[in-house]
């Protein structure tokens, strides 16, 4: 009689191997975890209703400073038994990943493709948790494919506290960052706002928007001060000044424009209501900057020594709403948000880069999303910008950038840090026309865009 | 001679007392602050929650808080908002603060339950004598006539609606997991769980 295994018994031991490789192979969702959920121990839904849109107790995280902590941590005291050191054992690490695909109605010219493939679209390394019991990071380096280089993205940097005062809770602190309202709580300002992700700039059309709508992101750094008043009364003010960092030194031919004259005030007021499932809030922010050597929508640029440089000054103030409704098994949240510039332009003016003194530009959008248990979820969203007709400052074939389009994305999440997500950006009107915007005869809708892309967070 | 000895051990067993006391005390303000910096975040001052999600504290029993912040430690309470937000929270908790934070809450004023209409009185039955139909026993038995609950078996009346439906929905099923309270609610129909949590509950 054989003792060799039979063909049954072989296929019963590979079954079991792969059955054992599959339980201890997979990740277990315990460790695959960003880093807020590593140092925090909290899931994912416990800030977020779908990443990266925060919930009421997310905001309470972001506004005490990512200090809140459930790890072992290295630890000393003084001889007056004060707090030296608090570090956590587990350094709050994570990355992140974005791959995309996009298709474009109508290729941007005879050389270039209508399709487009980024894989990574996107990838980023990020610290972002405590370094002391009141001070706490928020540190993202990315690399962009478009630009095949690495560099300094979103930071905020933060000192908090809490005190009780009269019966209330007071979160204060103070704010280090690198992009104005990236320190902000809600989702309906600019540096958080929705989309979330877009199609790579090769892709999309340039719309103008008003400065603290991403003009400043990552070449500036402001200092704020905070308050959060039993989670509903927020109010900041700070500010900014330019930023050279080494990145636009090496990819920018020019360094020398659109530097923010002496400092930029930066302000902000929010007040949330929340009740039962519901939470809404409504606030105001803005900017006042005046840049030297400033540059045009049309891309013409002033490039004065920056001893004499002539300014073009912008105030920005904007009102902003969010709406949210979360339980286990639906996340509803609306996002709108209005911003009024004021441009003084009377370097660009006076350089016959301006066709007037002074323009106006208004940007709005309004977005809605609809999140079944937090793993299908579809958003419809509404864009439009309109300003004054200023041929020479827009460079446009109408006169002016006035825009509208509008979104339609679909997600699928089958773990709470992977979104596969479809989005398709429709074009209504575009540089002042629905056709014919640029004399050669490109419509509005030819810029039509469809991306697919996977995120992953881990 | 002998006054003196009994003097000294007075004395000893006084400072042996306010050392245990001060050190109580040190743990009951390490309670306190952490209550009121961190699980105020989701439960609300004093314990007193506005959002379902996240079950009111206020005047529950000390030894049902201590009870339940141990199985988030140990993890043996696994249903998923225990896993999403408390294994977390209590992970790093030891036993005396667990203690103290049982009685800082226990201490709280707790919500009374709103007063219901006809599904209220329902439910009223329901939990004084049980439906021997679905071998559903008189809540009242263990959670007490007022449904203030008792040491380890918590107060119901005044917590979330939302929170006590979706707690009895998981005895039921054993999400979450618990032999006796699956044993109470396994055959107890959706009718009957609405009109007990009418009863109950404040929303």
């Keep these: 009689m054989s003792h060799r295994p039979g063909r049954a018994q072989w296929l019963l031991r590979i079954f079991f191997g792969l059955f054992a490789f599959v339980l201890t192979g997979l990740p277990q969702s315990a460790l695959a975890v960003p880093s807020f959920a590593r140092q925090t121990g909290l899931a994912c839904e416990a800030c977020h209703t779908v990443f990266p849109q925060l919930t009421p107790f997310g905001r309470v995280f972001k506004a005490s400073g990512y200090t809140l902590f459930n790890t072992q941590k290295v630890e000393d005291i003084d001889r007056t038994k004060q707090s030296t050191l608090s570090l956590s054992d587990l350094p709050p690490i994570s990355a992140m990943i974005i791959a995309g695909t996009s298709s474009v109605a109508k290729a941007n010219d005879a050389d270039s493709s209508k399709v487009s493939t980024d894989f990574p679209q996107q990838a980023s390394l990020f610290y972002a948790g405590r370094i002391s019991d009141n001070i706490g990071a928020y540190f993202q380096l990315t690399y962009d494919d478009q630009s095949g280089s690495i560099g300094i993205d979103n930071t905020d940097i933060r000192f908090a506290d809490v005190a009780n005062v009269d019966g209330h809770n007071v979160i204060y602190g103070v704010s280090l960052n690198n992009n104005p309202t990236v320190q902000d709580l809600w989702n309906s300002t600019p540096a ?141 949240s609306i996002d709108a948000r209005w911003t009024h510039e004021n441009q003084n332009l009377d370097a660009s003016y006076v350089a016959g880069f301006a066709s007037n003194k002074s323009d106006r530009f208004d940007s709005a959008n309004l977005i809605a999303g609809y999140y079944w248990h937090r793993k299908l979820g579809a958003s419809l969203g509404f864009f439009a910008v309109s300003g004054s007709n200023d041929p020479l400052y827009l460079g446009t074939a109408s006169g002016n950038s006035n825009s509208s389009w509008g979104t339609a994305e679909i997600d699928y999440l089958p773990w709470l840090n992977v979104k596969l997500g479809l989005q398709y950006t429709a074009y209504m009107r575009f540089d002042g026309a629905s056709s014919d915007y640029d004399g050669a005869g490109r419509n509005a809708s030819d810029n039509n865009l469809l991306y697919a892309y996977l995120w992953l967070a881990f | 001679m002998k006054l003196r000895l009994v003097a000294i051990l007075v004395a000893g067993a006084c400072l042996a007392a306010s050392l245990a006391f001060a050190e109580d005390n040190a743990a009951g303000r390490a309670a306190e602050a952490k209550a009121t910096t961190t699980c105020q975040d989701c439960h609300g001052p004093k314990g007193d929650s506005t959002v379902a999600t996240f079950p009111r504290l206020n005047g529950q029993q000390a030894d049902y808080i201590a009870a339940q912040l141990k199985n988030f430690r140990d993890h043996s309470r696994s249903d998923p908002h225990a896993q999403a937000y408390m294994w977390g929270m209590a992970s790093q908790l030891d036993d005396s603060i667990i203690t103290e934070l049982g009685k800082y809450y226990g201490g709280q004023t707790p919500t009374p339950p709103q007063s219901g209409g006809a599904l209220a009185a329902e439910g009223k039955k329901l939990y004084l004598s049980g439906a021997p139909a679905q071998n559903v026993p008189a809540c009242a038995t263990c959670h007490g006539a007022h449904a203030e609950g008792n040491s380890i078996m918590p107060r119901l009346a005044g917590q979330h609606a939302d929170y006590l439906k979706k707690q009895l929905e998981a005895f039921r099923s054993t999400l979450r997991e618990n032999d006796i309270m699956h044993a109470n609610t396994k055959d107890m129909t959706d009718s009957q769980i609405e009109a007990l949590v009418s009863y109950l509950a404040n929303d």
Aim: zero cysteines; glycine letters at 10%.
């Design chain 1, 192 to 332: 958080w706002g929705q989309p979330f992700i877009s199609a790579p700039s090769m892709q999309t059309p340039a719309i103008p928007g008003a400065q603290i709508e991403g003009a400043m992101a990552q070449i500036v750094a402001g200092l704020s001060a905070y308050t959060f008043i039993d989670n509903s009364l927020y109010v900041e003010a700070g500010v900014y000044r330019s930023a050279l960092q080494g990145q636009s030194v090496a990819n920018n031919g020019n360094t020398t424009n659109n530097i923010i004259s002496g400092v930029a005030p930066y302000w902000r007021a929010a007040y949330e209501w929340d009740w039962g499932k519901n939470s809404w809030e409504f606030g105001t922010f803005g900017i006042s900057a005046a840049l030297e050597n400033p540059t045009t929508p049309a891309g013409n640029a002033i490039n004065n020594s920056l001893q004499s440089a002539p300014t073009d000054r912008f105030l920005d103030a904007g009102l902003d709403s969010q709406y949210q409704f979360i339980d286990d098994e639906t996340q509803i």
